[in-house]
């Protein structure tokens, strides 16, 4: 079974631009996190989607938004670019709306200059 | 806010040591999971623990679950250097949003 994709898996922006990452999840997963990961900050939580509805949302401004379709593949898309926006994006799905038993994909590694 | 907290945030080991490295709360926790995490890679899950006292053993790593649920340790027999990577434990809050610790750097050197 193919697992969590990404893409793409880098990305170069600068502040003020906007950006729009994609996850696919793992065949028969219809629960989609996003989190991010950075060095200060470690792995914190954006928000997770299931049947197209966002259940859960992180403390994050709302520059940060998401989105899941149909097929419950889902995008992040972030607006107003910062430099402290820089960081690993991951995307995990499972099975069910739950916090455990979360299957990772590679990542998105955006860099903001 | 139900925080995580690990230690050591960093351990550099010879192949062939023992380690311990552990993850810590003040809130008690329904389950808690480890993850390593490899370098260009997302995390992947290694364990779930969910009784409280409970022990798990996934070949040279052993999972503890403290008593009270408020706390894990993960021991490494034997290290390798394939054993390096970044070590993180996390845990559903109240919001049954997955929260993380900061997270374990080992290193196993050959």
């Known amino acids: 079974k193919a697992g969590v994709t990404q893409t793409p898996r880098y990305l170069i922006k600068t502040r003020g631009q906007q950006v729009t990452l994609s996850c696919s999840p793992i065949?028969?997963?219809?629960?989609v996190s996003w989190y991010q990961q950075t060095p200060g900050q470690g792995l914190q939580f954006l928000f997770e989607?299931?049947?197209?509805?966002?259940?859960n949302k992180g403390n994050f401004p709302g520059r940060f938004s998401g989105r899941q379709f149909s097929n419950s593949r889902s995008e992040m898309n972030v607006s107003t670019l910062e430099l402290g926006d820089s960081a690993l994006y991951l995307c995990?799905?499972?099975?069910?709306?739950?916090?455990?038993?979360?299957?990772f994909g590679p990542g998105t590694r955006l860099t903001v200059l | 806010t139900q925080l995580l907290e690990q230690s050591p945030q960093f351990l550099s080991i010879q192949e062939g040591e023992n380690l311990t490295v552990y993850c810590n709360s003040s809130?008690?926790?329904?389950?808690l999971q480890w993850y390593r995490q490899e370098p260009g890679e997302g995390p992947v899950l290694l364990v779930t623990?969910?009784?409280?006292?409970e022990v798990k053993k996934l070949k040279r790593l052993t999972f503890q679950f403290g008593d009270a649920r408020k706390d894990s340790s993960l021991h490494i027999t034997a290290a390798q250097p394939g054993d390096t990577g970044l070590y993180l434990c996390?845990?559903?809050?109240?919001?049954?949003?997955?929260?993380f610790g900061g997270g374990t750097r080992l290193m196993v050197k050959p």
């Open positions: 989607y299931f049947s197209e509805t966002q259940r």
């Open positions: 996390a845990g559903p809050n109240a919001g049954n949003m997955l929260t």
């Open positions: 809130s008690v926790f329904s389950s």
């Open positions: 065949s028969g997963h219809r629960s």
């Open positions: 623990v969910v009784t409280g006292g």
């Open positions: 995990a799905s499972s099975k069910l709306v739950r916090a455990d038993t979360q299957y």
